[in-house]
C-alpha cells in the first residue's frame, strides 16, 4: 500500500509523519456509543470494527482546553526531552526511527521527533501505525517498516500507559511477527507518561493530564482511532482510519504541537540535567498498574478488566467514547481533573473518591451494558456501520 500523508490526510504537516493508514474517509462507519458498547460486551462485534461519533466539545470544555494546555505544556515538553533522549542513548550513533501508534501516540512521536531536531539536528523519520487490542499489530505496516528501514532501529512510541494491555499486545506481535516473518522490531515501547509502571523508556511516572487527551481527532490531525474490519481492510492493506475534514474549524492539532514545541528551550538545561540520572536509575517495570486494576475489578464485582481504565488518558477516553459507570479520582487532585469532572457531570456519571489511589483517576466502565438498560426514548437509532459490525 501506499502511505497517507498531509494535507491529503490529516492536519499533519507532510514532514512531520506518514501514516501508514489506508483511508475510509468515505466510509460510514460510526454508530451510537450505546450501540457499540452493547455489541463490544455481548461479544458479537469487536471495538475496532467501527467508530464511536466523535464528541464535539462544549465551549466550556474548549476553555478546560486551553487551560489544561498552558498550565502542563512545560511539563510534558520535559517529559517529550525525557524519552526522547533515553530513546537516542539506547541507539547510539544511529538514526532511529519513531513508528508511534495511532492516534494517541501520533502527536507524541512529533514532539519527540521534534525534540531530535532541536536538540541534535537530526531529521529523524516518523511514521505512525496501528494497533489493535485483541488483535494485534498492523503486520502490512510493519513490512513496509522492515523494508524502508533496519527494524532495529525503529521504535515504537505512545502516549502514556494504562494498566498495560497496549504494552503486552505489543510484546506479543513483535514477537509472532519475527517468529512467522523474521521481523526483528525492538518491541520495548516509549511513553510521555508511564503510570501503570509497564515500560523502561519513559518521560515521567506520574499520572499526570497530558492535554492531547482531552480531546479526539481535533487534537490528533483529524484523524479518527484506527479502524479493523474485514468488510473494508483487505490482507494486503493497512488498518483504516478517517481523516475528517469537515472538523477543520476546531482543529488544534497544530496548536498543541506548538505550544509544546515553544517550551523546548526552557526545559533544555533542566532535560540535560535530569536524562543521565533517569538513564542511571532502576526503571525496570513492576507493573503496578496491573495489579491495581485487579484490586479495583476485585472491589466493584467486575470481572472483565477491560472495563477498567486506569489513568488520566484512559478515564478521558472512558468518558468520551464508552459507557461509563463511574469515575474515581484521588482526593485533592481536582485541578487536574477538572476535564474528567466536567465531562463526568455532563454525563451524569458518579465520582468517588479513593484515598491511596495510585493514579489521579481511574474510569470504569459500565458492566453487563445492553441496549435494553437504555430507557425506550433514549435508545439510538442502530446505525448501517454497526449491523455490519455485528454480522
Not at 312 to 317: A, D, H
Amino acid at each position: 500500500m501506499t502511505p497517507l500523508h498531509g494535507p491529503e490526510f490529516g492536519s499533519y504537516p507532510a514532514d512531520d509523519v506518514t501514516w501508514l493508514l489506508k483511508d475510509l474517509s468515505d466510509v460510514e462507519l460510526e454508530a451510537p456509543v450505546e450501540q457499540r458498547e452493547a455489541a463490544v460486551q455481548a461479544g458479537t462485534a469487536h471495538y475496532a470494527e467501527s467508530l464511536p461519533i466523535e464528541y464535539q466539545p462544549s465551549a466550556e470544555y474548549q476553555e478546560l482546553f486551553h487551560a489544561a494546555l498552558a498550565d502542563s505544556a512545560e511539563r510534558v515538553a520535559h517529559a517529550v526531552g525525557m524519552v526522547t533522549e533515553l530513546v537516542l542513548a539506547r541507539r547510539p550513533g544511529r538514526m532511529p526511527v519513531f513508528a508511534s501508534l495511532a492516534r494517541a501516540g501520533t502527536p507524541v512521536g512529533i514532539l519527540m521527533r521534534r525534540w531530535a531536531r532541536f536538540a541534535h539536528d537530526l531529521d529523524v523519520p516518523h511514521y505512525t501505525l496501528s494497533i489493535v487490542r485483541g488483535r494485534g499489530i498492523d503486520r502490512v505496516a510493519l513490512r513496509h517498516l522492515a523494508a524502508a528501514h533496519d527494524a532495529a532501529d525503529v521504535a515504537f512510541v505512545d502516549g502514556w500507559t494504562g494498566k498495560g494491555a497496549i504494552t503486552r499486545e505489543l510484546a506479543a506481535a513483535v514477537a509472532a511477527a519475527g517468529a512467522d516473518e523474521g521481523l526483528h522490531f525492538d518491541p520495548e515501547l516509549a511513553v510521555l507518561a508511564d503510570p501503570g509502571g509497564c515500560v523502561s523508556l519513559f518521560g515521567t511516572r506520574d499520572d499526570f493530564l497530558i492535554p492531547s487527551a482531552c480531546l479526539n481527532s481535533t487534537v490528533s490531525g483529524l484523524v479518527s482511532r484506527t479502524v479493523l474490519n474485514d468488510a473494508y481492510i483487505g490482507p494486503a492493506d493497512f488498518h483504516g482510519a478517517k481523516f475528517y475534514r469537515e472538523l477543520s474549524g476546531s482543529d488544534v492539532s497544530m496548536h498543541f504541537i506548538d505550544a509544546i514545541t515553544a517550551r523546548f528551550p526552557t526545559v533544555a538545561d533542566r532535560v540535560a540535567a535530569d536524562w543521565p540520572a533517569l538513564a542511571a536509575s532502576d526503571r525496570s517495570p513492576d507493573w503496578r498498574g496491573w495489579r491495581t486494576t485487579d484490586e479495583v475489578a476485585a472491589r466493584y464485582g467486575i470481572t472483565n478488566v477491560n472495563l477498567v481504565k486506569p489513568g488520566v488518558g484512559e478515564t478521558t477516553r472512558v468518558l468520551l467514547r464508552r459507557v461509563p459507570w463511574r469515575v474515581l479520582v484521588r482526593p485533592n487532585v481536582d485541578s487536574d481533573l477538572r476535564h474528567v469532572l466536567l465531562l463526568a457531570a455532563q454525563r451524569g456519571v458518579p465520582v468517588e473518591e479513593v484515598p491511596g489511589l495510585p493514579y489521579s483517576c481511574i474510569g470504569l466502565i459500565r458492566p453487563g451494558f445492553t441496549t435494553s438498560a437504555i430507557e425506550p426514548e433514549e435508545a439510538p437509532a442502530e446505525t448501517g456501520a454497526l449491523s455490519r459490525a455485528v454480522q
